[in-house]
């Protein structure tokens, strides 16, 4: 079936270390897997995606690894700073238009 | 430029009423999607529109909700007979084209029904 969750509620971690979210998924089918950042009172806002036939996926500051194998899908954050204090969702796509989200993981920045 | 707006910003109405929410997406945004977001919980697609017409309201939840988008600009999602159930914060979306995995998102509205 289609659901996407997460391992854990909350991360806690201190500016500039570097931060791991991870999340789980259960439809093979999907075509792209996609990460969030939701802010107090905003709306969510697209961070990455990777396509499922692909296992990295760098940006700025960001990275995307899907290993298809234990359906496993994780965002890391380099030198995670203050800024990136929010709740981050995983999504997926299963190539329709219907985009099905995970329950959230919030990430503490402690200064 | 513009962002994705969403009117009201909250709205509070009693059990059984009717509520219209509205989306005004960015500019030149084909594709539009609404959603909705339980406290705690990830984002719940309701219904996408490609253009003037809703390509997926598989997501609506019953025929209470409705949603429509004459011009293929601005969107209006409909609640009629509201619950308590449905409080929640209704978000929405726009992208340039439904091929992109990229979603701008609205403020949303948070409603609550009491």
């Known amino acids: 079936g289609e659901s996407v969750g997460l391992h854990l509620p909350t991360l806690s971690v201190q500016e500039g270390d570097n931060s791991i979210i991870n999340c789980a998924y259960s439809?093979?089918?999907?075509?792209?897997f996609i990460w969030y950042k939701q802010e107090s009172g905003k709306g969510p806002q697209f961070i990455i995606d990777i396509r499922s036939n692909m296992d990295k996926r760098q940006g700025q500051r960001v990275t995307v690894l899907l290993n298809k194998t234990v359906k496993h899908l994780s965002l890391q954050i380099a030198a995670t700073q203050p800024g990136d204090s929010a709740v981050y969702f995983c999504a997926e796509n299963t190539g329709g238009f219907k985009t099905i989200f995970g329950a959230g993981t919030r990430l503490f920045v402690k200064a | 430029g513009a962002g994705v707006s969403q009117t009201p910003s909250n709205k509070v109405t009693e059990k059984g009423k009717y509520v219209e929410l509205r989306c005004d997406p960015i500019?030149?945004?084909?594709?539009l999607y609404w959603y909705r977001q339980s406290l705690g919980q990830g984002p719940e697609f309701l219904i996408y529109f490609q253009g003037t017409g809703a390509a997926d309201d598989s997501g609506l939840p019953n025929d209470r909700f409705f949603a429509v988008r004459p011009e293929g600009s601005v969107s209006t999602l409909k609640i009629q007979r509201t619950e308590r159930g449905d409080s929640a914060v209704y978000l929405c979306?726009?992208?340039?084209?439904?091929?992109?995995?990229?979603?701008?998102f609205g403020p949303g509205t948070r409603l609550t029904v009491t």
């Open positions: 439809n093979s089918a999907s075509d792209y």
């Open positions: 500019s030149g945004h084909t594709a």
């Open positions: 979306a726009s992208s340039p084209d439904p091929g992109r995995n990229e979603q701008y």
